[in-house]
């Protein structure tokens, strides 16, 4: 087929066409699915949230795929409360009734817990003549969901009517996901920095950060004071004052943003504006409800989940430290911006609304 000369040559030169074969079919394909990608457009349509002014960049991406499906919405178990007769009988100090939740009349009581069953996943829960230690926890837990949506109606009803109950942390389980426990020190020999870093923890998101900034953050040290969330100075080589966070400070701080990152789903500028991170005029409103809603973990730590400490069995305690599993952003979230996709929990539990007072029923007459 080809002169005789040619095939000599080839003889001669054996090449591998393989490479640049391969490397031709490569760029070829390359060039074919960005001409398909052009022509009938992405085949995973995404869809962005601005969350600052026109062209900054600031906004969260996300694929529709992601955002039409919520499997645990649909797990929600919820009926309407049954409006009280003036006069009916309350619960009171009827056995196992938690002191919280005297005030509610019997069909109520009743209707609540049962759905208290459903969304924790524990079918004897509150049963009377029940002692064991899940009556204890349901006692706290109860009243911790009613301080939240009593006291804390700015962080859980930032945008509109929204709240707590049970299921949000539950989803159907008796121990909810996302819970934390304590990991440091990672090396009780090393003096100093306690090598937290550089490890595969969970804690760390698989990061080489450290792991220990939840507990730095979320918990109060010997002296009731909480470590302040901070960077390192903005200026390159200027000398640390006494007092000034240094770069451990530094990258805690950033393993704590990777983390509400990861528990909400979104990106630096749905709080931050990051071209400039040091200006806080500049920040989004969703950074004031961050704000508060480390506040309201800490102090959810401190009243309601570590005083438990001592009242769980072994297997309920951390593997290392044998310490209470705590909450904190992911419990609740999940990946989501709001717990639930901003499902209204709360409506039809009014009994689970108020800490002090009677439960409103009035939308229901």
């Known amino acids: 087929m080809f002169p005789k000369w040619f095939d000599n040559w080839n003889k001669d030169n054996p090449t591998n066409i393989f490479g ?10 390359a060039v074919f699915v960005a ?21 900054t960049g600031m906004h969260v991406q996300e694929f529709v795929s992601d955002l039409a499906v919520y499997p645990d919405v649909e797990g929600f178990f919820t009926s309407e409360p049954i409006v009280p007769a003036d006069g009916a009988a309350l619960m009171g100090d009827a056995e196992g009734v938690p002191p919280s939740l ?33 009556t204890t926890v349901a006692y706290s837990m109860i009243e911790m969901t009613q301080n939240i949506n009593q006291n804390w109606a700015a962080h859980v009803q930032a945008n509109a009517e929204v709240g707590v109950t049970c299921y949000t942390c539950h989803r159907g389980q008796p121990v909810p996901n996302n819970v934390w426990f304590q990991v440091s020190p990672v090396n009780s020999n090393v003096a100093g920095w306690s090598a937290n870093q550089n490890r595969v923890t969970m804690v760390s998101n698989f990061t080489s950060l450290p792991s220990d900034y939840l507990e730095t953050y979320l918990l109060a040290d010997a002296d009731g004071n909480y470590a302040a969330i901070n960077v390192h100075d903005l200026e390159s080589r200027v000398a640390n004052q006494p007092g000034d966070p240094l770069i451990q400070q530094t990258e805690r701080t950033y393993a704590f943003m990777n983390y509400f990152s990861n528990s909400l789903g979104v990106n630096c500028t749905f709080c931050h504006n990051t071209r400039a991170f040091y200006d806080p005029s500049q920040v989004t409103p969703q950074w004031a409800t961050a704000g508060l809603g480390i506040i309201m973990v800490q102090e959810t730590l401190a009243e309601y989940i570590l005083p438990l400490q001592d009242v769980l069995p072994a297997e309920r305690l951390g593997p290392v ?6 909450l904190a952003c992911r419990t ?34």
């Open 20 to 29: 640049p074969a391969i490397a031709v079919g490569v760029a070829g394909s």
């Open 35 to 55: 001409a398909m990608i052009v022509g009938f457009g992405q085949p995973f349509p995404t869809e962005s949230q601005q969350t600052g002014p026109r062209g």
């Open 102 to 134: 005297a005030n509610l009349t019997p069909e109520n009581y009743e209707r609540l817990v049962t759905a208290m069953r459903d969304w924790t996943g524990i079918p004897d829960l509150l049963e009377p003549g029940n002692d064991s230690y899940q």
């Open 321 to 326: 430290y044998a310490d209470v599993p705590k």
């Open 332 to 365: 609740c979230h999940q990946g989501e911006q709001q717990p639930l996709n901003g499902l209204n929990v709360i409506r039809n539990w009014p009994e689970l609304a108020v800490l002090d007072g009677e439960p409103d029923y009035s939308a229901f007459e």
